[in-house]
């Protein structure tokens, strides 16, 4: 049997409310990020943060669409980076709407237009610890779901 598998299985319900908060504290935090400089956008950009500063990460978010789902490439990319965010305490969600993600960020502004979606960093803008309650929602959605053992649980964001 297979984690997904037992995942599938749990009697625990994920509760409507919970899901939605968890979705609308996503889409502030990275209209929040975005305002103050500290979202990188792309599997590789987010792969060189990673490496270079992974004590600055706070959050990860990792978006694929359906089509998304067959491409092997990018799979084994989502695996090497949620092993390294939980190897490194860095909270991860996965959002399997990525057109919606880029409607938030504002990939339809061609001048900030960032390119790959499919991971999304929040780094600290500073050394000072970065308070903001969209995050600290967000941890504590992280911490409970770690807690019935779902280690990168999905969020749907709101419309």
Not at 99 to 107: D, E, K, M, Y
Not at 110 to 133: F, M, R, V
Request: proline fraction near 4%; charged fraction near 25%.
């Amino acid at each position: 049997m297979t984690l997904e598998e037992i995942r599938g299985q749990d009697t625990v319900p994920e509760s409507t409310a919970r899901m939605q908060g968890a979705g609308k504290a996503l889409h502030e935090l990275l209209l929040s990020a975005q305002r103050q400089g500290c979202l990188t956008a792309g599997v590789y950009e987010s792969a060189k943060v990673l490496n270079v500063d992974p004590d600055n990460v706070t959050f990860c978010v990792l978006a694929a669409d359906a089509e998304d789902e067959g491409d092997i490439a990018l799979q084994i990319h989502f695996t090497l980076i949620q092993a390294f965010c939980c190897e490194n305490d860095i909270d991860i969600v996965r959002v399997g709407d990525v057109q919606r993600l880029a409607a938030i960020v504002g990939a339809g502004d061609e001048a900030a237009a960032p390119g790959d979606l499919h991971c999304i960093l929040i780094s600290n803008p500073n050394e000072d610890a970065w308070k903001d309650p969209a995050l600290e929602k967000l941890s504590v959605f992280c911490e409970e779901s770690r807690s019935v053992n779902d280690w990168v649980p999905s969020i749907t964001l709101p419309e």
